[in-house]
């Protein structure tokens, strides 16, 4: 079956390469053509583990491959993905859905036989009935069906995401759309992985409150560890003891600096824009947005207060282990860091930093911070050291050569990958998140 993805971004990149794997004919589609040509070199646009090996592999086997011409690039496919950038509108928080819909009538255009198209972006309820209507108004004389098919992928492990997924969710209105999509994943329908077929509007909704839900467990515990820290309790423990619970699940209860990345922020401002216009509040998912960016600056003063309080902190040296949202990605859309290397800079702290790969996008949004070559360099007479991300680079520091060369013993952990008691026993003046 030929697949033509439009937008060779982070999901259609890992979407197209992935549908190739499983034996598709995969063309993916961009219209930034230093894009394309990187991809045609073997430069991957983003980082993400194993893409560049499937991308080379399935390139290698004449199943993948990379155009800026739309046209050209959807002829004969059998499913079409959208699978462009939904940024959050400037100033309302509304998914700007410009792309999408730029892409719908390119499409409708230049579409040369039957075909199904799938938005895989994430897009508000509706996003489909106004992608067939602009379909019908290309004036294109082929069998067109609008399908959903939300993505659910985590960066950092997109690809194990894309091929052993949870569910599968298919939004469709009619069977031409299903047995197509039917067709698309029949690979993984054979590995028995779920698929669930709703129509359109349900499962445009479903990709927005599973991460909704996420947002609010996260959100949850993060609370939870507030007052654990209150009352003397241990947010681990915590999070085992209700975990266990087949009803609440053991993921997503690990405390930490807040959510962020380039779905839960933007998926939960999109989401209650959807509340609002449609007058149905959600308002756990409004308090959720709100607890979540107030922890962000909150974990800035909580390495100050380690500093011994902000006004104290003045000419101080703070060392942050890791920038980007979480480990294994580039990514730093909506990182707590941000918000905690302000929060020092601005109580005029000179904060060191160093991630194994978020610096370079890091750096402009940080114009203050100094980034380092090692972890090390980071640490290097700093009167504390913040662990902002979980990298497994920061998991086996060694501790002796840390107390050497930091001024202070100070260690704040805001991802709790260190035990306490071993951190006290080993000098630190220790402090993490939800434990004592
Ligand atoms: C998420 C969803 O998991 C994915 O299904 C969706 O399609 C896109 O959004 P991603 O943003 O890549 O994926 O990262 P994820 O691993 O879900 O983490 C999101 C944020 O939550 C990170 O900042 C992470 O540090 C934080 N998090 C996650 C916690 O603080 N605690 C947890 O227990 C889990």
Same mark, same amino acid.
């Given at each position: /079956? ?41 430069? /991957? ?10 991308? %080379? ?20 496919? =059998? ?52 992608? %067939? ?40 209105? #009619? ?7 039917? %067709? ?20 445009? @909704? ?51 600096? $807040? ?12 989401? @209650?824009?959807? =509340? ?22 909150? /974990? ?8 011994? $309080? ?10 942050? @282990? ?32 160093? #991630? ?9 949004? /940080? ?54 008691? #071993? ?14």
């Amino acid at each position: /079956m030929k697949i033509a993805m439009v937008g060779s971004g982070y999901v259609g990149l890992v979407s197209g390469a992935c549908f190739a794997d499983f034996g598709h004919d995969v063309v993916c589609i961009d219209k930034d053509q230093s894009k394309i040509d990187r991809l045609h070199e073997g430069v /991957m646009p983003i980082y993400e583990p194993g893409l560049d090996k499937l991308v %080379e592999s399935n390139v290698a086997a004449g199943r993948l491959s990379f155009t800026t011409d739309l046209a050209e690039g959807i002829k004969d496919a =059998s499913a079409i993905f959208i699978a462009v950038g939904t940024p959050s509108r400037r100033g309302d928080g509304h998914a700007d859905l410009t792309f999408v819909y730029q892409v719908a009538k390119e499409v409708g255009e230049s579409l040369s036989n039957d075909a199904v198209v799938v938005t895989k972006s994430t897009v508000p309820v509706g996003t489909g009935d106004e992608v %067939e209507r602009i379909l019908a108004d290309s004036g294109t004389s082929h069998k067109v069906s609008v399908v959903s098919n939300p993505e659910f992928l985590r960066e950092g492990a997109a690809i194990g995401d894309f091929k052993r997924p949870d569910r599968i969710v298919i939004g469709a209105e #009619d069977d031409f759309g299903r047995d197509v999509m039917r %067709e698309v994943y029949r690979p993984l329908f054979l590995n028995e992985s779920p698929i669930l077929f709703v129509n359109r509007r349900t499962s445009e @909704l479903i990709k927005y409150a599973a991460n909704a839900f996420l947002a609010t467990k996260i959100t949850f515990i993060n609370e939870m560890a507030d007052l654990c820290e209150r009352v003397g309790a241990n947010v681990q423990d915590v999070s085992r003891g209700i975990g266990m619970d087949n009803r609440i699940g053991s993921k997503f209860l690990h405390a930490g600096p $807040g959510y962020g990345g380039s779905c839960f922020p933007k998926d939960t401002l999109a989401l @209650l824009k959807t =509340s609002e216009d449609y007058d149905s509040p959600t308002r756990i998912v409004e308090a959720v947005v709100k607890v979540n960016d107030t922890r962000k600056r909150a /974990m800035g003063r909580k390495v100050l207060d380690a500093l011994g $309080g902000a006004d104290n902190a003045r000419g101080k040296k703070a060392a942050l @282990l890791g920038l980007t949202f979480k480990p294994n990605t580039d990514d730093m859309r909506d990182s707590p860091a941000i918000a905690i290397a302000q929060t020092l800079t601005d109580a005029g702290v000179e904060v060191a930093a160093y #991630d194994p790969e978020g610096m370079e996008i890091a750096a402009p949004l /940080m114009p203050e911070v100094k980034m380092c070559s090692d972890p090390y360099e980071a640490i290097n007479d700093a009167d504390a050291v913040a662990i902002v991300t979980e990298w497994d680079a920061f998991r086996a520091l060694d501790l002796n050569r840390v107390k050497e060369i930091a001024k202070g013993h100070i260690m704040v952990d805001l991802r709790n990958i260190y035990n306490p008691d #071993d951190m006290r026993d080993a000098g630190f003046e220790y402090s993490s998140i939800g434990r004592v």
